[in-house]
């Protein structure tokens, strides 16, 4: 049999995880290998350098597993990671990184800015986030206001058993899904309950069924 490159073998291995987790090949000074989740994405590019502070850069620096929170001041994102070295003739030759999301901070309200002020909402009655015109949005049923973070900001603080990636512009409430039809070349159309309709895209409908069950 004859045996698999190194991209092949990487891609193989990357299907192991989660679609939930990130996965970055490096040798002791650069990246070589990312692949990217939809719930977490560091922008890491092969040729990248490993940055000082990072879990790869400890595991290689100490020469052993690392697994611990990094905060958001390398990447601009907060995340979860362990980082394994590997060898070659006994000494360190790389690493390789499983990234995971950040979980929630433990806050139950997301406090958005209205015409008057600033009104706190519990995340059961989000229905949705849009992103439009560099601005975000949180709808409800009764408020529409805007907050200063970004959707990628918006998914490390959300709930995850509640609140779902579905789009560039969009992440939705699942429990204020109505219905769900089918769109053109395998998306789909939620129907919310305020009858809103949100687009899951076609690079995000794959992930959007896994976590749906259907």
């Known amino acids: 049999m004859a045996m698999l490159s190194l991209d092949a073998l990487l891609d193989v291995m990357g299907e192991l995880f989660s679609d939930e987790v990130s996965i970055a090949v490096s040798n002791k000074e650069t990246y070589f290998y990312y692949r990217p989740s939809k719930r977490v994405d560091l922008k890491i590019r092969p040729g990248d350098p490993v940055k000082e502070g990072t879990i790869?850069?400890?595991?290689?620096?100490?020469?052993q597993k690392v697994s611990e929170f990094i905060n958001r001041d390398v990447f601009g994102i907060p995340y979860h990671g362990m980082a394994v070295p590997f060898y070659s003739d006994g000494q360190v030759d790389g690493c390789?990184?499983?990234?995971?999301p950040a979980y929630t901070d433990g806050k139950s309200?997301?406090?958005?800015?209205?015409?008057?002020?600033?009104?706190?909402?519990?995340?059961?009655?989000?229905h949705y986030?849009?992103?439009?015109?560099?601005?975000t949005y949180v709808m409800t049923d009764d408020v529409s206001g805007t907050h200063k973070n970004t959707l990628q900001e918006f998914e490390y603080l959300l709930p995850r058993d509640a609140f779902?990636?579905?789009?560039r512009s969009f992440i939705v409430n699942v429990h204020h899904i109505k219905e769900i039809y089918p769109d053109t070349h395998s998306t789909f159309v939620l129907e919310m309950n305020d009858g809103s309709r949100i687009p899951v895209s076609q690079s995000y409908s794959s992930?959007?069924?896994k976590l749906l069950g259907f």
């Open 56 to 63: 790869a850069h400890k595991a290689i620096k100490d020469r």
């Open 96 to 100: 390789v990184t499983a990234i995971y």
């Open 109 to 126: 309200v997301v406090t958005v800015k209205t015409q008057d002020g600033w009104k706190p909402i519990p995340f059961s009655d989000v």
């Open 129 to 135: 986030i849009e992103v439009k015109e560099r601005k």
């Open 164 to 167: 779902v990636r579905c789009h």
């Open 207 to 209: 992930y959007f069924r």
